[in-house]
């Protein structure tokens, strides 16, 4: 197989570890071409231990950071080249082996631009394109920028051309082999928008967000030990942007305030990583400053630690109640499923964190500022033993799904 990801482990990125579990479990050789990267030292531990992980052949080209210029939007012109070269060399790396197998992946897009220039040139291949977030459509892209500023207006638009460029999907979809989502919400998000679902049904597979047993990083959550504290921790890693709003949250959060005086002696939120700054005036003015805590983002190890010593996981979910699909899946929900701890899922019916978090019995679930008063009261009186079966999860359950065998 020879896999044109754009980037690849042992960088440390939630699209990375995607392709890997979806990757290593095929009894096949693998050649990897990708961009260079910043490696994670806990990752590459892991991968060094990983036996699975020595069929995979990796060649790097240009830096990711110049190719891919999504916070470094002077760099754009650099950028355009080193895409360009990527996919022309794409083609060259492919034809100097022998593969049945092409695989690329959405993220970043330009995977899937070298995948179209080699299948168009070599349509014996089976091309499996691979997908975890819809870019045709997307929300995201319709942010309202009106009170931002000229520099941030310049860095989304380069991110959104770079990052979140139709084209990328739509070549994929149209003329790949086999099609892989994370979830049917997600799945049926992005095809509906082409003529011929139903032809693109048949080709498409669900491969879902998985954990490896094995690999210490999760056997660690999944060993973690019951808490039970006095005051309750309740905590959300991840970023705060877009459509995942908290303003129901928060007016919750400030009315049961008034209605519980003693509030934040029974429980205490705490939000790592990016939060807008709106936000964070309501918080200010809300009077909420001691039981929505702010901090800064945190590495992944500590994000494990944090979690393993919380009560509580919160999921900010992206929220668009007046669509029929939402089709974004946070992958933090593999690992808060596996600590197996009271969640509190700030979700809209229509998606599929709303249905997972249901299917595995959670019912402090919903959007509604009513609906999130009476989950955080339940929460904090709730002393249940939390238990289900993890075998959805677990990333060897799906080694057929890519090769038909």
């Not at 190719?67 to 002077?74: D, E």
């Not at 999921?315 to 593999?334: G, H």
């Not at 964190?353 to 299917?359: A, C, M, V």
């Given at each position: 197989m020879f896999v044109v990801p754009g980037s690849f482990v042992p960088y440390n990125d939630t699209v990375t570890l995607l392709n890997?579990?979806?990757?290593?479990?095929?009894?096949?050789?693998?050649?990897?071409?990708?961009?260079?990267?910043?490696?994670?030292?806990?990752?590459?531990e892991e991968l060094e231990k990983d036996e699975k992980f020595r069929k995979f052949h990796i060649r790097y080209t240009s830096d990711l950071d110049w190719a891919i210029p999504r916070n470094y939007p002077l760099r754009l012109p650099v950028g355009l080249i080193l895409m360009n070269r990527y996919v022309l060399d794409s083609l060259k790396e492919f034809e100097k082996g022998s593969y049945k197998y092409l695989f690329t992946s959405i993220a970043p897009g330009i995977g899937h631009?070298?995948?179209?220039?080699?299948?168009?040139k070599h349509p014996e291949v089976e091309w499996i394109a691979s997908f975890s977030d819809p870019f045709k459509g997307?929300?995201?892209k319709k942010e309202d920028l009106s009170n931002r500023s000229i520099f941030y207006k310049i860095a989304f638009n380069v991110g959104?051309?770079?990052?979140?460029?139709?084209r990328y999907e739509e070549l994929a979809v149209k003329n790949?082999?086999?099609?892989?989502?994370?979830?049917?919400?997600?799945?049926?998000?992005?095809?509906?928008?082409?003529p011929d679902y139903e032809k693109l049904l048949e080709k498409s597979v669900i491969y879902p967000l998985t954990y490896i047993p094995d690999w210490k990083m999760y056997s660690d959550l999944l060993n973690t030990k019951k808490v039970s504290h006095q005051k309750k921790t309740a905590v959300h890693l991840g970023r705060l942007y877009g459509l995942r709003k908290i303003d129901s949250f928060l007016e919750a959060l400030r009315e049961l305030n008034e209605e519980i005086p003693d509030l934040k002696e029974k429980?205490?939120?705490?939000?790592?990583?990016?939060?807008?700054?709106?936000d964070v005036k309501k918080i200010n003015g809300y009077g909420l400053k001691e039981l929505f805590i702010l901090h800064d983002k945190v590495t992944y190890l500590e994000s494990v630690k944090i979690?393993?010593?919380?009560?509580?996981?919160?999921l900010f979910d992206t929220l668009m109640p007046e669509a029929e699909i939402q089709p974004y899946l946070p992958s933090k929900i593999v690992e808060y499923l596996m600590l197996k701890k009271p969640i509190l899922g700030i979700c809209d019916d229509n998606s599929p964190s709303y249905r997972i978090l249901k299917e595995y019995g959670f019912e402090t679930v919903g959007s509604k500022k009513e609906v999130i008063k009476k989950n955080i009261i339940s929460l904090i009186g709730d002393e249940r033993k939390i238990d289900y079966s993890l075998e959805k999860l677990n990333n060897d359950t799906y080694d057929k799904l890519i090769i038909d065998k």
């Amino acid at each position: 197989m020879f896999v044109v990801p754009g980037s690849f482990v042992p960088y440390n990125d939630t699209v990375t570890l995607l392709n890997y579990k979806r990757l290593r479990d095929l009894d096949l050789d693998i050649d990897v071409f990708c961009f260079r990267a910043k490696e994670d030292p806990s990752l590459k531990e892991e991968l060094e231990k990983d036996e699975k992980f020595r069929k995979f052949h990796i060649r790097y080209t240009s830096d990711l950071d110049w190719a891919i210029p999504r916070n470094y939007p002077l760099r754009l012109p650099v950028g355009l080249i080193l895409m360009n070269r990527y996919v022309l060399d794409s083609l060259k790396e492919f034809e100097k082996g022998s593969y049945k197998y092409l695989f690329t992946s959405i993220a970043p897009g330009i995977g899937h631009i070298a995948g179209n220039l080699i299948k168009k040139k070599h349509p014996e291949v089976e091309w499996i394109a691979s997908f975890s977030d819809p870019f045709k459509g997307s929300p995201y892209k319709k942010e309202d920028l009106s009170n931002r500023s000229i520099f941030y207006k310049i860095a989304f638009n380069v991110g959104a051309y770079c990052l979140y460029n139709d084209r990328y999907e739509e070549l994929a979809v149209k003329n790949a082999d086999k099609q892989i989502f994370i979830c049917e919400e997600q799945r049926d998000f992005t095809l509906k928008q082409y003529p011929d679902y139903e032809k693109l049904l048949e080709k498409s597979v669900i491969y879902p967000l998985t954990y490896i047993p094995d690999w210490k990083m999760y056997s660690d959550l999944l060993n973690t030990k019951k808490v039970s504290h006095q005051k309750k921790t309740a905590v959300h890693l991840g970023r705060l942007y877009g459509l995942r709003k908290i303003d129901s949250f928060l007016e919750a959060l400030r009315e049961l305030n008034e209605e519980i005086p003693d509030l934040k002696e029974k429980i205490v939120f705490h939000q790592y990583s990016e939060i807008q700054p709106d936000d964070v005036k309501k918080i200010n003015g809300y009077g909420l400053k001691e039981l929505f805590i702010l901090h800064d983002k945190v590495t992944y190890l500590e994000s494990v630690k944090i979690m393993k010593e919380a009560d509580v996981l919160v999921l900010f979910d992206t929220l668009m109640p007046e669509a029929e699909i939402q089709p974004y899946l946070p992958s933090k929900i593999v690992e808060y499923l596996m600590l197996k701890k009271p969640i509190l899922g700030i979700c809209d019916d229509n998606s599929p964190s709303y249905r997972i978090l249901k299917e595995y019995g959670f019912e402090t679930v919903g959007s509604k500022k009513e609906v999130i008063k009476k989950n955080i009261i339940s929460l904090i009186g709730d002393e249940r033993k939390i238990d289900y079966s993890l075998e959805k999860l677990n990333n060897d359950t799906y080694d057929k799904l890519i090769i038909d065998k």
